[in-house]
């Protein structure tokens, strides 16, 4: 997914990763609140959402991590 606007300046690629931008047809990650997304947009030029990774899948990546390096 391309995003339309530029990222922010302050979104550094050592601290931060985009997986990408919601189209319209996109279905929305849990917790996603469409109405501060668009306020968001409208003042600022940019929404920021964070994901935060289940118990489980942090159990897949540490374990996909550990089977990569052995």
Same mark, same amino acid.
């Given at each position: 997914m391309a995003t339309e +606007?530029? $990222?922010p300046g302050? $979104? $550094?690629p050592e601290q931060w990763l985009l997986e990408g931008s919601l189209g319209p047809s996109d279905p929305a990650p849990p =917790?996603? +609140?469409e109405h501060a997304a668009v306020t =968001?947009? +409208?003042l600022n030029g940019f929404y920021l959402f964070q994901r935060l +990774?289940?118990?489980h899948? $942090? =159990?897949q990546t540490r374990n996909?991590?550990?089977n990569r390096a052995a």
């Open positions: +606007r530029p $990222l302050f $979104l $550094l =917790g996603f +609140r =968001g947009i +409208r +990774r289940t118990m899948e $942090l =159990g996909t991590t550990r």
